[in-house]
């Protein structure tokens, strides 16, 4: 049976109408077992230009933050910027270590700051850009999988969906929440 | 209209009938701007009892690996094995560090050494469980970020997806490719 | 024979006198071998009161930065305070994760962050506070392995020799380059 | 005064024969503050040709398992060999990852996986190589601090110093223990 949803988005104010019509069956021989099917949903911008205001902003401070990466390793440079529950934005670049492991990325650099300084204040957004050349974004900036882990420790703090902007040369992709980019993840509650 | 599917799993030789129908529209008003939907699958055995012999050799080496972990920071030890293409099984588990941030996850221990071993050779699956206590497993053992990463590297490496095996003391989930646990993932061709 | 130094220190403005007298022999048998020795000095002052002003107000910042730490799994918490050669002072502080190894050091929030922020401006000291409870420092805040490979960085781009300002309950510690805490490192030219 | 020592090294049957003189006094002017100073001693050896049996045996280990490191990003090959109490010796190589942060040197390859399949039986000595080319050691193998402190841990484990063997294209470093790599180290007991 279709489902028919008009939601409003509290963030960016836009309205959306959603009509959902899902059957999943999985019948399976021979043994005690079941098919699980989750969903992924995020939304693709055809530019920065048609981003909500508050997305454009921090992805533009992104763009310009990848500008000063550390890279002399990999020459590959990637901008993040943090949008805190109390308006602060903070950013943050890749900064690499002859030692490669040693070195860490843009994500990580901005989050860990943003959290140390303000320590109660809930982190909300994160825009990632990555520049090919001097200035121009290059293919969709995918945060890692150690990245990931850090942003879904913060999420869970915030205590609400952490919305992720991720650049790229030709559209820009929205997602709501780090279950997004790290399904069945490790928790706090896990470490017992 | 609904999809049927017959299929035989190729790895534990089970056959399987699928009946899929899905419908997803997504109408979004006042912007240039599309909601786009993937899906993540995976299998839920009801025990290790139930799951595939060759998965089930798989788990009872990461469960047995587990024991041996170095955990004296967090008391939470985790085991992991690693099936290698020729047959060749690699264990790992957590290595803690006083400097926390210097230590390892079981799954990278493994998959480390196993690739630093038989460079040439593919991984094909992982097993990973946690020990609640002495031996019994505790709740589903979920990989971090950052070895998820790891895990997509010697997936590219060897050209098909990793079978993962997750251990919980009630049940066991199987999923097929790293994909369904780091959803747009950073790769290697992102590095230019 | 006896070397009398009488130097200004450039940084402090500090007059010392030092007398030096060294004779190191080493007669080994038997094999193709010499031993060899070098040293490593640090100034230990009676309390942050005898510091110079400049490491004075730095590691007030570190200790004032401790208090926000994010450190649920520890309960250890540290911070860092770095100097610019531009006057500016960057703080950090732990901030840890529930996955252990995705967790960071205090010094590197603060390092990586001050480079993201002023790529071109040296980096010329740091100081790093432990706290014990609530306010107190606690034993000599030795940075691990990790963070010194990171410092190191930073001071071969500052191209001159990082001041180390280690505070402790009782004394505080003051090096002059990452030298003295990594001997025989690991640099840039040695990845070839 | 000089101070005359004939010692037999336990671990590789040699005798040596020291005289050592070391007066060292510092004058400091106007503050309450005093130099403290001290050693780091190893040996360099003309070549692997003239190393003691067991270090040569180890280094060779190392340069083997360098020829397999995964290093795609760097093109730098590392390879290191662990020897444990047991008489076992485990070998790693460094295993890079597109993410650079993710990858891992071979020490810690080597030492994560000896110390998950060997709990109780302490590792004694590591030797390290690095590969200039196909199959010639570069300079000296210097490892990163990330590594040392991971060294560091399981040395407080064994309870005694690790012998650390440091190849190069002309010579080999021999050191006793991580303090010489490591001073004024971060330690289990510092985090209270």
């Known amino acids: 049976m279709p489902l028919i949803i008009a ?30 099917t ?6 693709e911008y055809e530019s920065i230009a048609h981003l909500p205001e508050k997305d454009n902003v921090l992805l533009m401070k992104a763009r310009e933050t990848a500008k000063n990466a550390y890279a002399p390793y990999s020459g590959f440079r990637v901008g993040a910027a943090v949008q805190l ?9 890749n900064q690499e270590n002859a030692a490669y492991p040693s070195g860490i990325c843009a994500e990580r650099t901005a989050l860990f700051y943003a959290s140390a300084q303000y320590p109660h204040i809930p982190i909300i957004a994160l825009a990632i850009s ?6 121009t974004p290059s ?21 609400k969906p952490l919305r992720i902007i991720l650049d790229s040369f030709d559209k820009v992709l929205v997602l709501n929440g780090i279950d ?9 509650e896990d470490v017992k």
């Open 38 to 43: 989750f969903q992924i949903k995020y939304s």
């Open 139 to 159: 293919g969709v900036a995918k945060p890692c999988g150690a990245c990931r882990q850090v942003m879904a420790e913060y999420e869970d703090l915030a205590g």
């Open 180 to 188: 997004s980019l790290l399904p069945l993840r490790f928790k706090k």
């Open 85 to 93: 529950g109390n308006g602060v934005i903070v950013t943050g670049n």
């Open 7 to 36: 939601e409003r988005n509290a963030y960016t104010g836009q309205e959306q109408i959603w009509i959902k019509y899902i059957v999943h069956l999985a019948l399976v021989k021979h043994q005690v077992m079941q098919e699980i």
């Open 130 to 135: 990555t520049l090919n050349g001097t200035a």
